[in-house]
Structure formats: structure tokens, C-alpha cells
């Protein structure tokens, strides 16, 4: 396993992603297992510790996971890092996903299910941006919603793929 990761660690792309887990979420598997598909450098857990790691199919052991039990310890991190956060919510003042070019080292923030994002850590994002939807519902589930927008960072910073 060690040799996956190192050998994964020399492709990782420099996307982090972040999910809250205050109530313990349980799209948080799903979203390690497709942060594992799209190789982020990183998936950051913001609250309790514990997670449902069944939907993570053991991708977890292939990726960096680091836990932050509150908002200002999290920031700090990334600010220590270089890397910016971008919040994923559809609140006003969200800007479009498909209308940005979003920063090359981000962290594209999730929050847990129901809630959103909370207000500490909407203060603490560079930018906020919504995926548009078109049907009756205001919110999708966050994994979901976190698969689109690690595909649309990867489509702006990540090389495309050879047609044959």
C-alpha cells in the first residue's frame, strides 16, 4: 500500500476538499471516496473526529485525511499552506460554479447535510460559489454536490485527456 500512495503522492493534484462533520455526516465517506478518484493532495474533516468510513470503500487509506475540530484551526492550516478556501453552498452571494475560474491551490469547503455551510466558516472562504439547478429542489446532497465541483476544478486545472 505504501508504494500506491507514494506513487499516487507524485500525481496528486493540488485541490484540497473540506466537509463539516458536526453531526456526524454521512456523505462524508463519499466524498473521500471521490476526492480518491480525482487524487486531491488532500480531504480535510472539520469537527468530530469519527466519520462513516463505509461509503469510503478504504479509498481513505490511499489519500492525506486530516481531522480540524474547529473552524479557526482549519483556516489556519490552510492559510499556512498557501491554499484558499472556496465554499460550495447556495447562498446569496454565491457566484455561479460554471462562471469562475477557481484558484489553482483550493479547497473547495462542503457542509454537512441539511445545514450548510455554518456562518463561521462562510467568513472564513475567500469566495462562495453554488452548482446552478434547474428542477424544484434547493439543495442537493452534498456528496454529490462535491463530486461536480472537484469535476469542474479538475476541467480548469488538471490536463485534459488524450483522444485516440
Not at 474533516?45 to 469519527?50: A, E, Q, T
Request: glycine share 8%; with cysteine; charged share 20%.
Amino acid at each position: 500500500m505504501e508504494a500506491i500512495v507514494a506513487d499516487l503522492d507524485a500525481q496528486r493534484s493540488r485541490l484540497h476538499v473540506a466537509i463539516q462533520n458536526w453531526e456526524h455526516d454521512f456523505n462524508i465517506g463519499s466524498v473521500v471516496r471521490t476526492a480518491n478518484a480525482f487524487n486531491v493532495a488532500a480531504v480535510h474533516i472539520l469537527g468530530r473526529r469519527r466519520w462513516n468510513r463505509r461509503g469510503a470503500m478504504v479509498t481513505d487509506r490511499y489519500l492525506h485525511v486530516y481531522h480540524h475540530s474547529d473552524v479557526p484551526s482549519f483556516l489556519h492550516w490552510l492559510d499556512e499552506h498557501g491554499v484558499t478556501p472556496v465554499g460550495v453552498d447556495n447562498l446569496p452571494g454565491s457566484v455561479p460554479l460554471e462562471t469562475v475560474q477557481l484558484p489553482q491551490d483550493c479547497c473547495l469547503v462542503f457542509g454537512s447535510e441539511g445545514p450548510g455551510l455554518t456562518d463561521e466558516v462562510v467568513k472564513g472562504c475567500e469566495q462562495l460559489v453554488a452548482i446552478t439547478q434547474y428542477g424544484s429542489t434547493r439543495s442537493m446532497n452534498a456528496g454529490a454536490a462535491a463530486a461536480i465541483a472537484m469535476y469542474a476544478w479538475t476541467t480548469q486545472w488538471c490536463p485534459k485527456p488524450r483522444t485516440s
